[in-house]
């Protein structure tokens, strides 16, 4: 059975760096063709693609906020950890993890997800 | 960024009658591959959002044969031929092409 589970704090004040870990069960981190992704959803907003990292270890970021961003893995504990330096309260938002198919495109697995508020 | 436009944003519809909801990309979807990675969600209040149609048209097992998808290059239909009260909620389109990018979502509700 795969699941992700999120994970990190509630509440972080404004130009503070949040960190969030993925944890992952039911597949590898390593598994051939496989991604690990974060995605956000401002409370009422849509959703927006953050970062990515591949079965190889690949990394990619969205445009507009790849200076901000760091993903990264650790195999032996099954995680995907998520950096975002320099946090704001537009950055106030539902953090999801989520697995994603290279060879297809599908995104079949998604945690429930973290609601980080950032506030002073 | 490939931006991924919705049309409606809001779809007040009568339980048993048909939906459909368009969503328009800034550039085709076609991947180098020839394959076009472009996925329909549903997501409920409190809830992750749910796979129902990846690659246009193909159903996730398990969704119901009143989800359809459709489209080419630029443009694409998710349609629900009879909606049910459990499918109110909002619809998101997705393009896995390049970097994946969604659109802004479509909120299904009934009248």
């Known amino acids: 059975q795969v699941t992700l589970r999120e994970s990190g704090p509630a509440l972080v004040r404004p130009t503070q760096t949040l960190t969030l870990t993925c944890t992952v069960s039911?597949?590898?981190?390593?598994?051939?063709?496989?991604?690990v992704a974060w995605i956000r959803q401002p409370p009422g907003k849509a959703l927006e693609w953050l970062a990515r990292?591949?079965?190889?270890?690949?990394?990619y970021y969205s445009t507009s906020l790849k200076t901000r961003l760091t993903i990264s893995k650790d195999t032996s504990k099954n995680q995907v950890v998520l950096t975002m330096t320099n946090m704001a309260p537009v950055d106030t938002a539902t953090y999801y993890c989520?697995?994603?198919?290279?060879?297809?495109?599908?995104?079949?697995?998604w945690g429930q997800g973290t609601l980080v508020a950032v506030s002073s | 960024d490939i931006v991924m436009t919705q049309t409606p944003l809001s779809s007040p519809v009568t339980l048993g009658q048909p939906a459909s909801i368009s969503c328009r990309s800034s550039?085709?979807?076609?991947?180098?591959?020839?394959?076009?990675?472009l996925s329909w969600f549903h997501q409920r209040p409190g809830q992750p959002p749910r796979l129902l149609i990846y690659?246009?048209?193909k159903r996730l097992s398990g969704v119901p044969d009143r989800f359809s998808g459709s489209g080419a290059g630029t443009d694409f239909t998710l349609k629900i031929s009879r909606v049910e009260a459990e499918d109110v909620g909002v619809y998101y389109c997705?393009?896995?092409?390049?970097?994946?990018?969604f659109g802004q979502g479509t909120k299904v509700e009934i009248k």
């Open positions: 989520a697995r994603m198919s290279l060879m297809s495109g599908v995104v079949d697995y």
């Open positions: 039911g597949f590898s981190l390593t598994t051939r063709g496989m991604c």
């Open positions: 990292l591949d079965w190889d270890d690949d990394k």
């Open positions: 550039q085709s979807l076609v991947h180098s591959d020839g394959n076009t990675y």
């Open positions: 690659d246009i048209s």
């Open positions: 997705m393009q896995a092409t390049q970097f994946p990018t």
